[in-house]
C-alpha cells in the first residue's frame, strides 16, 4: 500500500523542474524498508483508525526520513556512496539536487499531511496536532538537534547519555513520532499516546543500536549501504563503547520493554505493533 501510494506522491501533472522531481523520486522510491509510514499504520489499525486516512501521514514521514538520508549522505555530512543499494542522490544529480530534493521532500511532508483532513475528514485539530508534532520531533528539538549533537560531538562523546542523546533524538524522534501521528489519526486518548511514545522510544534506540552492531557485523548487500561506515568515521557507537554481545542484550531489554510499554495500555489488539518490534529485533537487512 505504501508503495503503490508513494508512486503517485509527485502527480506529474505538477510543474516542477525536470531534475528535481527526479532527483526526489529517485530516493523516494529507492526502496527503503518503509518502516516509519508502517508504523503510523499500523498504530492506526490497533487504535481502529482508517488506514486510507492515515495514507497521507505515511507518505509525509517517508518523505522527511528520505530527505534526511539524502542530506546525511552528503560529503558535508557522511560523506557515503550508497545508500538502498543505489547510488547516493549527490553521486547521481549532484550536491546542489540533492540539497534541494531533499528541502523538497520536507516541505512536500507538510502539504501531505493537510490531505489527511482535506481528502480523508480527520478533524482538523488532530491534523493541527500531526502538523505540530512533525515540527517539534523532526525540528531543532527533534531529530535535526540529534544529528546536530552528532556532528558537533563526533569523537570527543565519553559518556553512554551524550550517545543515548544522539540516539534518541536522531532516530527515535521519528519514529516516536510516526506512532503518535497513527494514534492521533485514530482519535488516541492521551494514555494512548504516551503508551505508544514509551514504545517509540525503545524500539528506537534499539533500532539505532541494531543499525550500529549491523555496520559492524551485516553483509553490505543485504543492508544496501556500506559497512565499516563509522569504523572509518571513527564514530561513537553502543558497540564502540559497550562491545557487540552487550549491545546485543540491550537491543534484546528494549525490545522486552517496548512491548511492557505497550501492554500496559489500553488497547484491545495491540499484536501488529508487538510483531514489529520483534521484526527489527532479529533484522538483519
Ligand atoms: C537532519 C538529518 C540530515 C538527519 C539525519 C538523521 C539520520 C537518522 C541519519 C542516519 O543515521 P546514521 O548515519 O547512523 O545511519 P546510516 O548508517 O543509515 O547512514
Ligand atoms: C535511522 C537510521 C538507522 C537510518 C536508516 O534508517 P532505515 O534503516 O529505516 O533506512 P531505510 O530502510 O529507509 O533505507
Given at each position: 500500500?505504501?508503495e ?12 516542477v523542474?525536470?531534475?528535481?522531481r ?9 526502496g527503503?524498508?518503509r518502516?516509519?509510514?508502517i508504523?503510523?499504520?499500523?498504530a ?5 483508525g ?6 497521507p ?7 522527511v ?6 542530506h ?8 557515503d ?6 547510488l ?11 540539497i534541494l ?24 485539530e ?7 508534532e512533525l ?15 552528532d556532528m558537533l ?10 550517545l543515548?542523546?544522539?540516539?534518541t ?9 510516526s506512532?503518535r501521528a ?7 486518548t492521551?494514555?494512548q ?42 564514530k ?9 554481545e552487550?549491545?546485543e542484550?540491550k537491543v534484546?531489554?528494549?525490545t522486552?520493554?517496548?512491548k511492557?510499554?505497550?501492554?500496559r495500555?489500553q488497547?484491545?489488539?495491540?499484536e501488529r505493533?508487538?510483531?514489529l518490534a ?8
Open positions: 500500500m505504501v503503490a501510494a508513494l508512486i503517485q506522491a509527485l502527480p506529474a501533472a505538477w510543474d523542474p525536470g531534475s528535481l527526479e532527483s526526489m523520486h529517485y530516493s523516494l522510491m529507492a527503503g524498508k518502516l516509519r509510514p508504523l503510523v499504520l499500523a492506526a489499525e490497533v487504535l481502529g482508517s488506514l486510507e486516512a492515515a495514507m501521514v505515511a507518505l509525509a514521514i517517508e518523505m526520513h528520505t530527505y534526511s538520508l539524502v546525511d549522505d552528503l560529503p558535508a555530512m557522511d560523506n556512496d550508497y545508500r538502498r543499494g543505489k547516493t542522490n549527490h553521486k547521481v544529480y549532484g550536491e546542489a539536487m540533492a530534493a531533499g528541502d523538497a521532500l520536507l516541505t512536500q511532508a507538510f502539504f501531505s499531511i493537510t490531505q489527511a483532513h482535506k481528502g480523508h475528514g480527520i478533524p482538523a488532530r491534523v493541527l496536532a500531526i502538523t505540530e515540527a517539534i520531533y523532526a525540528g531543532a528539538r527533534g531529530m535535526v538537534g540529534g544529528q546536530a549533537a560531538g563526533e569523537q570527543g562523546i565519553t559518556k553512554l547519555e551524550e543515548a542523546f544522539i540516539h533524538h536522531k532516530t527515535s524522534d521519528l519514529i516516536v513520532f506512532l497513527g494514534g492521533h489519526i485514530a482519535g488516541a492521551v494514555a499516546l504516551r503508551a505508544l511514545s514509551e514504545f517509540g522510544n525503545a524500539i528506537g534506540l534499539a533500532f539505532q543500536i541494531q543499525d550500529d552492531i549491523l555496520d559492524i557485523i551485516g553483509d553490505e548487500k543485504k543492508l544496501g549501504k556500506p559497512v565499516k561506515s563509522d569504523e572509518k568515521q571513527q561513537v557507537t553502543y558497540p564502540f563503547f559497550i562491545g557487540i552487550a549491545s542484550q534484546k531489554d528494549l522486552i520493554q517496548a511492557e510499554a505497550l501492554l495500555a488497547i484491545a489488539h495491540p505493533l508487538l510483531q520483534d521484526y527489527l529485533m532479529q533484522r538483519d537487512h
